[in-house]
């Protein structure tokens, strides 16, 4: 049987380095399935349950391997599905190839069932999926395919998501051409602007305090070893960005914390004792620079990485920081007048925010992120999902040593958790750990089904607030708290998904007491296991934008009782709100 366009695709995807492809199947994207069947001992198909879904875990993969994380969907519903996932991609530079199936190009235009050629009045779909990725194109020629998928895997691994439009009769073409894999991404560094960054931190050592923010381009360009070794030399106080936790041994001496939204009370008191803020692979965007304004307003500030950052600087493009930061390092102790200080035993944590005191339901979230902390094994992956859940394991949590960390900001898609971890899991086959609320679950947390499926070694840690709770603490501080449109009835998620799969290790938890027992029963299998954490909605979690509404707001103006609200508006609130 001679090749056909899918067999070249897999080819591709396998000689890329990338060993699973996710994604839901479908008429129109079938062709490829039966291709991955064929090329089975180098390339697995991965079935999801959502695109969604699929896109992340393709996200994930790439985020904390460095590989090609490739997802593939059929047309009509399932392209658009992917349109979230691909979006988080591209708002966070990962490289990720999709091959989305088409209706045959013959019946392109003539009412085809999920047509998205863009003619005769249908959704356009290279428009579309331009508007999110780093390339888009559509496949209307055999001949064409080895320059496009040359051009979509090198634009993919330049930062963020590609895209191949595939029609099925494209698909089952015959393809004689040979493989060839596109050259290594070539990196880049602005080497001016490299040397004048590197003579004001010279300077700015010489005279006073260098403080340092970073991103998590550290940790993709595997640049760890290398940044530690600066921070060093630079004897600087060392912030994260909250995606970046894993960027920086969380437990050195010149940790100061989280940046931002999520952060630590240390970040604003180390920018203000600096003479000059280097920012290494970050932007800055706000959710990592709100509350440090004013400070990094205040204080020269230089840039390396990849992407410009948001405050004014003087920024040195580098798309490869592990060799730059280690040149930077290297070189440095030349503009001493004497070698940096030995850096002393580390003291103490970086300050945690205080919050109101809560007495509902179930242990507090510091509780719960702590006694998780306590339970992780080195090398141990963390992924946390959007809202007060997520807000808690980035300021509490302390990434185990040899392990990753992520939080998908790029669009805080709830749900992203889920999908992000599996992909990761597969990528790295290490124990993964899901942390989520009972909000992102609902969203995505049946990919449950596809972590028994394929036995991973993932822990899902579900907070059950029976709520959106971070939509009900909004309700609260912005709203008066006159209605709650955001509190759930109650369930009893760990029952649910005991009955759903025998034999998957499954505690529920209602008490702070119950906590070390239950992670240490869901962490000790070598597959995966799930844990609900009954938790109170009405808990305010360490985030800055609300702890200083409350400090704004008087305190009898504000009720942060669970009987100020109904659990859901009355059909008369629906009706005045309408």
Known sequence: MPDRVVDYLVRAVAAAGTRHVFGVDGANIEDLYDAIFDARAEVTGVIAKHEFSAATMADGYARTSGRLGVVAATSGGGAMNLVAGLAESFASRVPVLALVGQPPTAQEGGGAFQDTSGKADTIDATALFATISRFCARVTDPAELPTLVTAAITAARRGGPAVLLLPKDIQQAVCDHPYVPPAPPEHHRDHAAFERVRERLIEARRVGKVTVIVGDQVARDDARVEFAELAAVLDASVGVAPDAKDAFDNTDPGFRGVAGTMGHPDMVAALRSATLCLLVGTALPVTARAGLDDAVGETEVVSIGAVRPHPLALHAHSTDLAADLAELAAGFTAGFTADPPARPPA?????????????????????????????????????????????????????????????????????????????????????????????????????????????????????????????????QLYYRNRYSFNRFRRTELGDGIAAMFPGLPVRSVRRSEELADAFACCLAVSGPAFLSIECDPDEIPPFVPFLSALEATPREAVSLSRSASSPHPSPETLRRNQ
């Not at 007495?359 to 979230?365: A, N, V």
């Not at 709830?414 to 993964?432: K, L, N, Q």
């Open 347 to 475: 003291t103490a944590s970086p300050a945690i925010l205080d919050v109101p005191a809560a007495d509902g339901p179930g242990p507090r979230y510091r509780q719960v992120v702590e006694t998780l902390d306590r339970a992780l094994p080195e090398e141990t992956d963390v992924f946390a999902d959007a809202g007060n859940t997520g807000a808690s394991v980035v300021h509490h949590l302390r990434v185990p040593r040899g392990g990753r960390f992520v939080v998908a900001l790029g669009m805080g898609g709830m749900g992203y958790a889920f999908g992000g971890g599996i992909g990761s899991a597969f990528a790295r086959g290490r124990r993964t750990v899901v942390v989520a609320g009972d909000g992102a679950f609902y969203m995505h947390g049946m990919e449950v089904h596809t972590a028994v499926e394929y036995d991973l070694p993932v822990t899902f840690v579900v907070l059950n607030n029976n709520a959106h709770a971070m939509c009900v603490t909004r309700e």
